[in-house]
T-cell receptor, first 113, second 116 residues
Framework: ETGVTQTPRHLVMGMTNKKSLKCEQH?????MYWYKQSAKKPLELMFV???????ENNSVPSRFSPECPNSSHLFLHLHTLQPEDSALYLC????????????FGQGTRLTVV | AQKVTQAQTEISVVEKEDVTLDCVYE???????LFWYKQPPSGELVFLIR??????QNEISGRYSWNFQKSTSSFNFTITASQVVDSAVYFC?????????????FGGGTRLMVKP
């Protein structure tokens, strides 16, 4: 148990579907992150939220839409995805300072068909 | 721009062998932080260690040890007397010094297979 919970663990969706990934952290952190891990690229940061405010969008296509209603919850809304968006999506949380470690959830394995 | 390179994509050893995973990084920051994470088949990234750029003291934790060499921009990880449970993908990562969060730049990972 890492304190960061992601649901669902697996998701298969068609290109015209709309779905959402959910992340919840129980660690009292005030920063949350979405990372993407695909087969052919290193782990890459997608979005950063500090105290519910988005502070980083790493040139992510608009078909990925994050939402952070409070410091403990983070969503990633998905719509009209492409097969190349199939990947493991990892949520993480940390304190704000760069010298603190981030804790990761188990990820959502997304397959776009 | 920051960059982390893990040149070894896959390593296979027999149980009880020692193994070293290499990590080389690039950054323009004078203050930065280095991390190692383990990713077992279940998928989550498990934090192993954090090292500050101004602290070059090597660290040992049980069978794990880390060698930080600022002069060569390397942060290598050694597992002594490897075990089958050590089989996983290991990631080295770098973050800069700021108050905007721990934004990690990851290396490509090294898949370690420990055979009985």
């Amino acid at each position: 148990e890492t304190g960061v919970t992601q649901t669902p663990r697996h998701l298969v969706m068609g290109m015209t579907n709309k779905k959402s990934l959910k992340c919840e952290q129980h660690l009292g952190h005030n920063a949350m992150y979405w990372y993407k891990q695909s087969a052919k690229k290193p782990l890459e940061l997608m979005f950063v939220y500090n105290f519910k405010e988005q502070t980083e969008n790493n040139s992510v296509p608009s078909r990925f839409s994050p939402e952070c209603p409070n410091s403990s919850h983070l969503f990633l809304h998905l719509h009209t995805l492409q097969p190349e968006d199939s990947a493991l999506y990892l949520c993480a949380s940390s304190q704000l300072l760069g010298n603190t470690e981030a804790f990761f959830g188990q990820g959502t394995r997304l397959t776009v068909v | 721009a920051q960059k982390v390179t893990q040149a070894q994509t896959e390593i296979s050893v027999v149980e009880k062998e020692d193994v070293t995973l290499d990590c080389v990084y690039e950054t323009r920051d004078t203050t930065y932080y280095l991390f190692w994470y383990k990713q077992p088949p279940s998928g989550e990234l498990v934090f192993l260690i954090r090292r500050n750029s101004f602290d070059e003291q090597n660290e040992i934790s049980g069978r794990y040890s880390w060698n930080f060499q600022k002069s060569t921009s390397s942060f290598n990880f050694t597992i002594t007397a490897s075990q089958v449970v050590d089989s996983a993908v290991y990631f080295c990562a770098l973050s800069e010094n700021n108050n905007a969060g721990n934004m990690l730049t990851f290396g490509g990972g090294t898949r370690l297979m420990v055979k009985p």
